[in-house]
């Protein structure tokens, strides 16, 4: 009875192992489309609306879904502390680092928003709307790979962890 139990038991995990796996490559191209959203909806913010960045970044914080929306709400945060002596570059990496391992999104990603950081807050409206602009499509980019590896290795990961599971356990007996 206990070896069904533990046989049960690992291949549960094993199984659930492998769909956190492909939900992790699920989600990553969803993340992609609202970060990019988030970006244009920033380009508007500080062209159109000629918004202070603080302001414009939480207005974006608040019409994006988590996790991307806690990266521009701690980057509102961080620059509107009043103490504080950094630039609005230094504010924006660090709420980048901060929020990162919230999300499925990998290192192209990272660098095309730590890329942001020098011209956030910096420049003129019309050179920090061409680095957006830069940074969406590189973020779009991305997104159709994303799509390609969700196909391809979310399916493998759902049956590598099963089928691992099922070895252990006939290793086992």
Same mark, same amino acid.
């Given at each position: 009875?206990?070896?069904?139990?533990?046989?049960?038991?690992?291949? @549960?995990?094993? #199984?659930?192992?492998?769909?956190? %796996?492909?939900?992790?490559? @699920?989600?990553?191209?969803? +993340?992609?489309? &609202?970060?990019?959203?988030?970006?244009?909806? &920033? +380009?508007?913010?500080?062209?159109?609306?000629?918004?202070?960045?603080?302001?414009?970044?939480?207005?974006?914080?608040?019409?994006?879904?988590?996790?991307?929306?806690? &990266?521009? =709400?701690? @980057?509102? =945060?961080?620059?509107?502390?009043?103490?504080?002596?950094? #630039?609005?570059?230094?504010?924006?990496? +660090?709420?980048?680092?901060?929020?990162?391992? @919230?999300?499925?999104? %990998?290192?192209?990603?990272?660098?095309?928003?730590? =890329?942001?950081?020098?011209?956030?807050?910096?420049?003129?409206?019309?050179? %920090?709307?061409?680095?957006?602009?830069?940074?969406?499509?590189?973020?779009?980019? +991305?997104?159709?790979?994303?799509?390609?590896? %969700?196909?391809?290795?979310?399916?493998?990961?759902?049956?590598?962890?099963?089928?691992?599971?099922?070895?252990?356990?006939?290793?086992?007996?």
């Amino acid at each position: 009875m206990l070896k069904w139990i533990g046989a049960t038991m690992i291949l @549960a995990a094993g #199984t659930a192992y492998g769909f956190a %796996q492909a939900s992790r490559y @699920a989600r990553r191209p969803k +993340e992609l489309r &609202l970060l990019g959203a988030a970006l244009g909806t &920033l +380009e508007s913010e500080i062209v159109y609306g000629l918004s202070p960045l603080p302001e414009a970044l939480n207005r974006v914080a608040s019409a994006t879904q988590k996790p991307v929306s806690r &990266l521009f =709400a701690d @980057a509102a =945060a961080r620059m509107a502390d009043a103490r504080s002596e950094r #630039t609005a570059g230094d504010c924006w990496k +660090e709420a980048v680092n901060a929020a990162w391992p @919230a999300t499925a999104l %990998q290192g192209p990603e990272k660098a095309s928003l730590l =890329a942001l950081a020098p011209t956030l807050g910096m420049t003129d409206r019309d050179d %920090q709307a061409k680095h957006l602009r830069l940074a969406i499509a590189q973020l779009r980019a +991305e997104e159709e790979t994303a799509r390609e590896e %969700q196909a391809r290795y979310g399916k493998m990961w759902r049956s590598l962890g099963a089928l691992t599971a099922a070895l252990v356990v006939i290793l086992m007996y």
